[in-house]
């Protein structure tokens, strides 16, 4: 199995509707994250959870809203979401010291998602 | 935020020239990251910087964290066409759990 994991691969909702993105990591890692990947901007920090508990929200909007039952799996909730909120969704994961963080992150393939 | 900039922003080159890539920051970093984006694929990790000054190796790639912390060089030799695909470079927030990412540097490399 690869390392981490990301379903669905592609997703197409309507602004109305409600989904949700899994994201699973086979690694042992203790901390995992989502990052917004759009066309022509940086990689944006979502949100970070390490040993389960939320330590980063980068002012996202509330219609993201995320879930990390155990140290494995991360979800991303959506609901009643804009155009402009179409990008890869690209979680991540990483094994880190409770004082310094590295950033040697491995990432997942994405899940595309496109909002009509 | 800290901003990184990434040049050139993309490139066009034949296989088996050699590629060089830069990424500068207004601020200072105590540790520069080197990923690459495959087309349809998550960013993989390829060089991790620690030291100002410290020239590290990975394969045909090379990469320097610059002495003034606020910049780094990729370079790659010898190009293959799997060497396609965008290049970011990244540093991590002071204090927090955060990776700063550039804007990429997206390459070509014609058979």
């Known amino acids: 199995e690869t390392g981490v994991t990301q379903t669905p691969r592609h997703l197409v909702m309507g602004m109305t509707n409600k989904k949700s993105l899994k994201c699973e990591q086979h690694?042992?890692?203790?901390?995992m994250y989502w990052y917004k990947q759009s066309a022509k901007k940086p990689l944006e920090l979502m949100f970070v959870?390490?040993?389960?508990?939320?330590?980063e929200n980068n002012s996202v909007p509330s219609r993201f809203s995320p879930e990390c039952p155990n140290s494995s799996h991360l979800f991303l909730h959506l609901h009643t979401l804009q155009p402009e909120d179409s990008a890869l969704y690209l979680c991540?994961?990483?094994?880190?010291?409770?004082?310094?963080?590295?950033?040697?992150?491995?990432f997942g393939e994405g899940s595309r998602l496109t909002v009509l | 935020g800290q901003q990184l900039n990434q040049s050139p922003q993309s490139m066009f080159i034949q296989e088996g020239e050699d590629v060089s890539m830069n990424c500068t920051s207004s601020?200072?970093?105590?540790?520069w990251l080197w990923y690459k984006q495959d087309p349809g694929e998550g960013p993989v990790l390829l060089i991790a910087?620690?030291?100002?000054?410290e020239l590290t190796s990975n394969g045909r790639l090379t990469a320097q964290f610059g002495i003034t912390r606020k910049d780094s060089f990729l370079n790659i030799s010898a190009s293959i066409p799997s060497d396609v695909g965008i290049y970011f470079c990244?540093?991590?927030?002071?204090?927090?759990?955060?990776?700063?990412f550039g804007t990429g540097t997206r390459l070509t490399v014609i058979p």
């Open positions: 991540a994961s990483s094994q880190e010291d409770r004082a310094i963080f590295l950033g040697e992150l491995f």
């Open positions: 690694l042992g890692h203790n901390a």
């Open positions: 959870y390490n040993f389960k508990e939320q330590t």
């Open positions: 601020s200072i970093f105590n540790t």
């Open positions: 910087l620690y030291k100002a000054g």
């Open positions: 990244a540093g991590p927030q002071t204090g927090a759990n955060n990776l700063f």
